[in-house]
T-cell receptor
Framework: DTEVTQTPKHLVMGMTNKKSLKCEQH?????MYWYKQKAKKPPELMFV???????INESVPSRFSPECPNSSLLNLHLHALQPEDSALYLC?????????????FGPGTRLTVT | AQKITQTQPGMFVQEKEAVTLDCTYD???????LFWYKQPSSGEMIFLIY??????QNATEGRYSLNFQKARKSANLVISASQLGDSAMYFC?????????????FGQGTRLTINP
């Protein structure tokens, strides 16, 4: 099973809403990632978790709050977002953070902030 | 600083022809990894092929092969016998140490269109 799942597939939220994105993998991977991708651009790294601990925060605004409750699950909590936060949010996982292990990506959540 | 450059914003190829997607990179790190990903319009990033900086042989995976020229700092993706389903965005990426942490840096991508 080389699958990373993400829910929901699409999300429309207002600027005052609170919502969460969910990512799950059952491959035994211990590194998990959140990326943001704008249209026609490459993915930009947001956060990295290694063994359920936050390893990298790419200076992401606090209106994005990641959480890794266990080794299979990664959440991204959203609050008071701006229209410019509309994008495709991709979750990925790899066996470990260190070493050149390929990252497996989920299908993404297309977020629209109105 | 680590950098990936893909100079072809778009490419159009006839079905069944071979296609080469260009990728050059810049790094001062002696140890690094190069990846190619395919992103269809559905959005999912699909891992295609990997090349390590110390690998002696060029990587191959089915119809995909990586033309790794270390001295020229290039890692071009070759797709043989292209198919309509190969139409997608293709990203070259490099894994290396950036500001003390392992990260994946992506190029701007090449949109490949296969014509019947």
């Amino acid at each position: 099973d080389t699958e990373v799942t993400q829910t929901p597939k699409h999300l429309v939220m207002g600027m005052t809403n609170k919502k969460s994105l969910k990512c799950e993998q059952h491959m035994g991977h211990r590194a998990m990632y959140w990326y943001k991708q704008k249209a026609k651009k490459p993915p930009e790294l947001m956060f990295v978790y290694s063994y359920e601990k936050l390893s990298i925060n790419e200076s992401v605004p606090s209106r994005f709050s990641p959480e890794c409750p266990n080794s299979s699950l990664l959440n991204l909590h959203l609050h008071a977002l701006q229209p410019e936060d509309s994008a495709l949010y991709l979750c990925a996982s790899s066996l470990r953070l260190a070493g050149s292990y390929e990252q497996y990506f989920g299908p993404g959540t297309r977020l629209t902030v109105t | 600083a680590q950098k990936i450059t893909q100079t072809q914003p778009g490419m159009f190829v006839q079905e069944k022809e071979a296609v080469t997607l260009d990728c050059t990179y810049d790094t001062s790190d002696p140890s690094y990894g190069l990846f190619w990903y395919k992103q269809p319009s559905s959005g999912e990033m699909i891992f295609l092929i990997y090349q390590g900086s110390y690998d002696q042989q060029n990587a191959t995976e089915g119809r995909y092969s990586l033309n790794f020229q270390k001295a020229r700092k290039s890692a071009n993706l070759v797709i043989s016998a292209s198919q309509l389903g190969d139409s997608a965005m293709y990203f070259c990426a490099m894994r290396g140490i950036i500001q003390g942490a392992q990260k994946l840096v992506f190029g701007q991508g090449t949109r490949l269109t296969i014509n019947p």
